[in-house]
């Protein structure tokens, strides 16, 4: 089993800027794949940014450019950096790995994008 915690959301006004980290409980060189998800209020959980055990990377459209997705193979932890946040960001953001066949998914945190 994997459990992934996040930490990092809050309050940001828009064009402002946030990092999430999400702390894996495994040593991430064993994870497939992790990501970022996220959910608005009455909308489906959509993919974020996603990033392989071999460094491959993948984003949605509406943040490409804006945020970035790394990990610290150290720290068993990746990170979703994300700048120039508009209002539609608003969402809890979720943490999502792949293991061993299995999917993942952490607690999930707030961020809001508001002034």
């Known amino acids: 089993q994997v459990q992934l915690v996040e930490s990092g959301g809050g309050l940001v006004q828009p064009g402002g800027s946030v990092r999430l980290s999400c702390a894996a409980s495994?040593?991430?060189?064993?994870?497939?794949?992790m990501g970022w998800y996220r959910q608005a209020p009455g909308k489906q959980r959509d993919l974020v940014a996603t990033v392989t055990s071999g460094g491959s990377t993948d984003y949605a459209n509406s943040v490409k450019g804006r945020f970035t997705i790394s990990r610290d193979n150290a720290k068993n932890t990746v990170y979703l950096q994300m700048n120039s946040l508009k209002p539609e960001d608003t969402a809890v953001y979720y943490c999502n790995a792949v293991y061993r066949l299995q999917q993942y998914w952490g607690q999930g945190t707030q961020v809001t994008v508001s002034s």
């Open positions: 495994v040593s991430i060189f064993t994870i497939y794949k």
